[in-house]
Structure formats: C-alpha cells, structure tokens
C-alpha cells in the first residue's frame, strides 16, 4: 500500500495531467480545423493524452516495479510531447503564447513525474 505522501503526490500529478490531457485534445482541435495541421498535431494528440493514460494505469499496478515502469513510459510520452510543442513553435504553426503556456505545464508534468520515479526507486531500495 502507498504511503499518504506519494499518494497526494500521484492525485496532484494524475489530476495535472488529466487536465493537460484535455487542454491538449483542445489544442488538436484548433490545429486542424485553423491551422489545418495534420501530422504533428496527431504525434501531439498521442503522446500528450498518453501522459495521463499511463498514470492512470500505475495506480492498478502489479508491482513497485511494474508501478515504476509505468510512470516512466509516462515520462517519455512527456518529454515526446514538449518536443511536438518545440517543433510547432520554432516552424512558425502556433505563436509563443500558445507554446509557453503548454510547455510550462508538461515541464510540471515532467517533474512531478521524475520525483515519484525517485520516491518509489527510494522506497524499493530501503525494501531490500
């Protein structure tokens, strides 16, 4: 069973990714239909919704290990999404508003994910 510290550190991280997800499915919606951008806003709409999907999962995880691997697949689908962020601004398809708002958010997402890898690594370790 999880301690009370990482479980509010999941919650925040879980309902911070979940709400990204859904900004991000917004974000799709506006590069198709205004911007008419079909390629890397589909690689976007995967990786950024995934984030969340693979949290999700962690929480019916068969093992700390199991648990660990998960929130790491998170992690790439993250960092995957602040590179689709990084190629729609610096080719000019969105304005940097737009970008810095996104970015700032998946680089929370990021962290917050990288610190519970390191807590449950931590809490695997002293099990040992």
Known sequence: MKDQTT???ESVTHTKSK??????IRFYKYLTEEKKEFIISKQLMRSGTSIGANIRESYFAQSQA???HKLNIALKEADETAY??????ESNM???HMFNSLYTDVKEIIALLVASIKTAKEKTAAQT
Do not use: G, P
């Not at 709400?19 to 991000?24: E, P």
């Open 7 to 9: 479980h509010s550190k």
């Open 19 to 24: 709400l990204f997800a859904i900004r991000i």
């Open 66 to 68: 199991d648990f660990i």
């Open 84 to 89: 689709w962020l990084e190629l729609l601004v």
């Open 94 to 96: 969105i304005e940097e």
